[in-house]
C-alpha cells in the first residue's frame, strides 16, 4: 500500500519532507532493540518514542515511515535529522492500539 495512500485514510500529519514509500506491514514498539532486531524493511512503526535515536533505529532498518503516536510533540532536532536522512515522520493524536485497529481496517 503507497504510504500516501494511508496518510489520507487514516489521517496522519507529516512532520517532514514526505516521498513517496510503499507500506507492506506494521511494527509496534517502543524498544529501539525490537525495531532493529525484528522490524522489516517497508514497515510502518508505531512508537511514543520521540527522540533522535528513533532516526537512526528507523534508517539502519529502512522503516517507511514512523508514526509517533498519542498526540506526542516531536523535537525540532528529531524532525530536523530525520529530513537530513531521508526519515518520514509522521503523527497522530490516537494510541498505538486505536491506529493499528484503523490501519488493520484499511487493510494493512
Do not use: C
Not at 512532520?15 to 513517496?20: D, S, W
Not at 517507511?64 to 509522521?90: D, S
Amino acid at each position: 500500500m503507497k504510504l500516501q495512500e494511508i496518510i489520507e485514510k487514516v489521517k496522519l500529519e507529516a512532520l517532514t519532507n514526505m516521498e513517496e514509500r510503499d507500506v507492506d506491514g506494521t511494527f509496534i514498539s517502543d524498544m529501539l532493540s525490537d525495531v532493529m532486531s525484528s522490524a522489516k524493511p517497508g514497515n510502518l512503526w508505531l512508537t511514543t518514542q520521540t527522540h533522535t535515536n528513533i532516526v537512526s533505529a528507523a534508517n539502519l532498518v529502512d522503516i517507511a515511515a514512523v508514526v509517533v503516536t498519542m498526540g506526542k510533540e516531536v523535537p525540532t532536532n528529531t524532525v530536523n535529522l530525520a529530513n537530513r536522512y531521508h526519515v518520514i515522520i509522521l503523527t497522530t493524536p490516537l494510541s498505538n492500539f486505536e491506529l493499528a485497529k484503523k490501519l488493520l481496517e484499511i487493510g494493512l
